[in-house]
């Protein structure tokens, strides 16, 4: 064996053989997995003896987390589960375990209903672990696909197909909903590939179909009165738990998940913080509240047994996890035009703290990595802000008065 896999025993396959069933076995470690590198030309298979059926497949340049398992009513099959160099390995196990544990029952040739219906129970996503039914705009997109091909073979379907829906979103004025749509379908066909319920050799059918350019948008940043008025319409929304997401979300500039995904727990209402988890950057950020924000958190009706800051019985999750209907009757109520976006209030909250108290500190309260990021909101001020910059600039580059010198001279002629 070759010095780089002392300490790992693999098991040697064939150039036309992925793995050997008949493999040593020992229980991996990180380190351990680190440390495989065959030599040249050389492949072979580590097994693990914590997780039955995982396994290590690695060849010169790659290595990759397989299972190999039998699905019920189904031969025995060998899915990849993600690339070993860069998932961990505890990651790893207890995706095998996800995956043993599942009821993959959809025997290849299987029509897309049963595909879809497969994605929706145990597919997760990797930063939040959330199942696709969880978000509205998802289970809008499942739906169209399985009215579109639910009674067709998910072997057959082709580009072809995945390009006609595609088209169909685009030309109806929604080219952004085309582009996710077509990462939901590309997502939907790999996972089916990986898992075996599809042939391995088949193409994903959303490759090689067009992606729609998208432009980034516009932030505009609400002015005071504008805010002032949004205020009093989320006062008086009907719903205090929706209302009240909307105030805190104009007295903190966080994005509306971080909120909705509030816990009392992460509150502390004494020294007037609060501590915003699962944030889209990764890392958890402490918050301050100031004096209206912790009023409203103390004037919010509580749910018995709920840890959720805002609840919500019709939710799986048990907190609000949608805006849209209550923000847009809040914009109205409010008289704000209907495009007025939830994010708009972000971008305020920006906007007032880089002009008072600097960009570094915006960016610090809206928990944004690069000062560049925190530029998109802040840039987006108004013409009567940036004359008053200039004409501010003037005054400072010539003294008391803002009237150049030349303009001074000429009069005094």
Not at 55 to 76: D, F, M, T, W
Request: hydrophobic share 40%; net charge positive.
């Amino acid at each position: 064996m070759d010095t780089r896999t002392q300490g790992a025993r693999g098991t040697r396959v064939g150039p036309d053989r992925a793995t050997d069933s008949k493999g040593g076995q020992r229980r991996l470690t990180q380190r351990i997995v680190d440390a495989l590198r065959p030599a040249a030309g050389e492949r072979f298979v580590v097994w693990d003896s914590v997780v039955r059926g995982l396994g290590v497949r690695c060849y010169e340049r790659s290595a990759s987390y397989v299972l190999r398992y039998k699905p019920r009513g189904r031969a025995q099959v060998l899915a990849t589960i993600g690339d070993a160099r860069t998932m961990p390995l505890d990651d790893a196990r207890r995706e095998a375990e996800r995956l043993r544990g599942a009821d993959l029952v959809v025997p290849r040739g299987a029509n897309v209903d049963k595909l879809l219906t497969h994605f929706e129970t145990n597919h997760r996503t990797r930063k939040k672990g959330r199942a696709p039914t969880e978000d509205p705009d998802t289970r809008r997109r499942l739906a169209l696909l399985r009215a579109k091909w639910g009674k067709r073979a998910a072997d057959e379907i082709t580009h072809v197909d995945v390009a006609a829906v595609l088209l169909e979103i685009t030309t109806r004025g929604a080219p952004y909903e085309a582009n996710r749509t077509r990462a939901l379908v590309r997502a939907i066909w790999n996972e089916a590939r990986r898992l075996a319920l599809v042939p391995a050799s088949m193409l994903n059918p959303a490759e090689g179909t067009p992606v729609n350019r998208e432009r980034q948008r516009d932030v505009r940043a609400l002015k005071p009165a504008e805010l002032q008025r949004l205020l009093a319409a989320a006062d008086r929304y009907a719903n205090p738990w929706a209302g009240g997401a909307v105030t805190l979300l104009v007295h903190t500039g966080c994005r509306a998940g971080e909120v909705l995904a509030l816990q009392w727990a992460d509150v502390d209402l004494a020294q007037r913080a609060m501590l915003l988890r699962d944030r889209k950057g990764g890392d958890n950020l402490a918050l301050p509240l100031n004096t209206d924000a912790v009023a409203l958190l103390k004037s919010l009706p509580r749910q018995a047994g709920s840890p959720w800051v805002f609840p919500s019985s019709s939710t799986p999750r048990g907190h609000l996890v949608d805006l849209r209907k209550p923000w847009a009757t809040i914009l109205e109520g409010a008289e704000l035009p209907a495009t007025t976006r939830l994010h708009d209030v972000r971008a305020a909250v920006a906007t007032n703290i880089a002009g008072t108290s600097g960009l570094k500190v915006a960016k610090l309260v809206l928990g944004h990595a690069d000062e560049r990021t925190t530029m998109r909101y802040v840039r987006n001020t108004g013409i009567e802000d940036l004359r008053a910059a200039v004409e501010a600039h003037g005054r400072a580059a010539t003294g008391t008065t803002a009237t150049p010198k030349r303009a001074r001279r000429a009069g005094a002629k």
